[in-house]
């Protein structure tokens, strides 16, 4: 079955330090994948996107499906980056989407 | 623009009882998705709306649950018999098109007591 794991629940790393949010899939077709942002008090948002191979506020993420994997990147963390993070998977021809389960992004000042 | 709309924001009611959850998707959007995000978990796919019809009601978790979109704009997510279990945030997003970005609303705490 299609699934999203997001192997830690909480992160917390230090301002100014590299930071990585790890996502792995497991889907047979050609996956669309995508990582949506939660911040306090606000609305579950787009961040970005496979297909669009963008940096977002300093995010990155790559396709890599050899190791079914879509890892969130960023070198530099900022205390603004504290949230919630959802890395999620749209099967081909279908719209559904699936969510993993979120990972809590705490950027320490 | 105004973005999507929910209504109520928590709605607590007792086993049993039927419940109504209302969203207002941003305007001209043809794509409309219902979601459930139960406590510490992601939110679940239940309910794809392209215009008017379901195209796509796999999440649905039984036939307790019912959404309508009668005139292709506002969806209402129906909830008969409710149980403890469908204690959640129910979340609707809306796109402008199928496979576009999906914009989402606040959500509804429904409490089911």
């Known amino acids: 079955a299609q699934r999203v794991t997001q192997p830690e629940k909480l992160l917390s790393v230090f301002k100014g330090a590299p930071v990585e949010l790890k996502c792995n899939y497991s889907y047979s077709g050609s996956p669309e994948l995508f990582w949506y942002v939660q911040y306090s008090r606000q609305r579950l948002q787009l961040l970005l996107r496979h297909i669009s191979r963008e940096s977002i506020k300093g995010f990155t993420a790559d396709l890599n499906k050899g190791e079914t994997s879509f890892h969130l990147k960023k070198p530099f963390a900022q205390e603004e980056d504290s949230a919630m993070y959802y890395c999620?998977?749209?099967?081909?021809?279908?719209?559904?989407?699936?969510f993993g389960p979120g990972t809590s992004l705490s950027v320490i000042p | 623009g105004a973005g999507v709309s929910q209504t109520p924001s928590n709605k607590v009611t007792e086993k049993g009882k039927y419940v109504e959850l209302r969203c207002d998707p941003i305007s001209g959007h043809t794509a409309l998705y219902w979601y459930r995000q139960s406590l510490g978990q992601g939110p679940e796919f239940l309910i794809y709306f392209q215009g008017t019809g379901a195209a796509d009601d796999s999440g649905l978790p039984n036939d307790r649950f019912f959404a309508v979109r009668p005139e292709g704009s506002v969806s209402t997510l129906k909830i008969q018999r409710t149980e403890r279990g469908d204690s959640a945030v129910y979340l609707c997003?809306?796109?402008?098109?199928?496979?576009?970005?999906?914009?989402f609303g606040p959500g509804t705490r429904l409490t089911v007591l």
């Open positions: 997003a809306s796109s402008s098109n199928r496979g576009n970005t999906q914009y």
């Open positions: 999620a998977l749209k099967l081909l021809g279908v719209d559904k989407v699936i």
